[in-house]
């Protein structure tokens, strides 16, 4: 499985939103859970939400909860972040990521064996 991110990211201001997208090649993809990360220079790369195999569960980071929505269209082999009422905190560097095989998704990086490039996200104050 390739991930490709796609053009969602960028610059905002605070309140605002975005919706980040992945594209996954290859047939498998709706067998993978799928997930979310973010990473900020000199620090590790942090949960940010994932979602089953299915679509039907996802977990959230608290400091997103109500805030992001994951989601994904197994039709299209592709994911979404969408991002809402974004703070100046969630600049970073946003990576999808896939992997897994049994349904259910990991909070841990080292729960998924693809990654896309990684998109930067930037919400200035």
């Known amino acids: 499985v390739q991930l490709v991110v796609g053009s969602g990211g960028g610059l905002v201001q605070a309140g605002g939103s975005l919706r980040l997208s992945c594209a996954a090649s290859g047939r498998t993809f709706n067998s993978y859970a799928a997930a979310w990360f973010r990473q900020v220079p000199g620090k590790d790369r942090e949960f940010v939400a994932a979602i089953s195999s299915s679509g039907g569960s996802a977990g959230y980071a608290g400091y997103v909860k109500g805030r992001f929505t994951i989601s994904r269209d197994n039709a299209k082999n592709t994911m979404y972040l969408q991002m809402n009422s974004l703070k100046p905190e969630d600049t970073a560097v946003y990576y999808c990521?896939?992997?897994?095989?049994?349904?259910?998704?990991?909070?841990?990086?080292?729960?998924?064996?693809?990654w896309g490039q990684g998109t930067q996200v930037t919400v200035s104050s």
């Open positions: 990521a896939a992997g897994g095989g049994g349904g259910g998704y990991s909070t841990n990086s080292r729960g998924y064996d693809y």
